[in-house]
């Protein structure tokens, strides 16, 4: 159960995005071979489109997946990298708090608005804001967390038990190089 919790974003991503595909090739294949289309799949498509874009973001965000420049800043004293890891963790809580505030407000405002067909409440989809914005505080305090009490400045810690390690550039480069090595190897001795 503790996996399945830790891993919500990825399961809830991966069903919209099942859900957006066999629609999609459903709606494609019937208009191509039935000549007869079905409009209320393009709604319930976009909603799950919704949910794998700010779900998905919050997924990626959770294993620090987003492209960070830790090049100039591993240059300064260990001190400040210190400094510069509590402050932009710090900026990233506060800005993750300010975007669901204003995402549960969105999504109470879209209640009165419905789709066209299906008369779903738009709130339905604007809910992706408010699930991927609150599962992103949710993450930023625990890196947050992780920066003052462990001084995890690089993220290199997992913040959940289940989360598997992401291995570093680095680690990737070196063992892409090390493969290469490897074939070349194998093809001088042929």
């Known amino acids: 159960m503790k996996k399945i919790l830790t891993n919500i974003e990825e399961i809830i991503t991966g069903t919209a995005l099942c859900v957006m595909t066999v629609l999609t ?3 494609v294949f019937c208009r191509l071979f039935l ?3 079905f409009t209320w799949a393009d709604e319930i498509t976009y909603i799950g489109y919704a949910y794998v874009i700010f779900v998905g973001a919050s ?5 620090f997946g987003h492209s960070a420049i830790d090049l100039v800043v591993k240059m300064f004293p260990e001190k400040f990298q210190a400094v510069c890891a509590v402050f932009s963790t ?3 809580t506060l800005t993750n708090a300010l975007c ?3 995402s549960c407000g969105y ?3 879209s209640w009165t608005r419905k789709t066209q067909l299906l008369k779903i409440p738009y709130s339905v989809e604007s809910f992706a804001l408010v ?3 609150g599962l992103m505080l949710v993450h930023s305090v625990m890196f947050l967390k992780n920066v003052i009490l462990k001084k995890d400045y690089y993220h290199q810690i997992p ?4 989360i598997y390690n992401v291995d570093a550039l680095q680690d990737q480069i070196d063992a892409s190089m090390e493969h290469q090595r490897e074939k070349a190897a194998e093809g001088g001795e042929g």
Request: include cysteine; glycine fraction near 4%.
């Open 100 to 102: 669901f505030a204003l």
């Open 107 to 109: 999504c109470v405002s």
């Open 131 to 133: 699930l991927g914005f």
């Open 90 to 92: 710090t900026v990233l």
């Open 35 to 37: 000549s007869r289309s």
């Open 159 to 162: 913040i959940y038990q289940y």
């Open 25 to 27: 090739v459903m709606n």
């Open 59 to 63: 997924s990626l965000y959770k294993r």
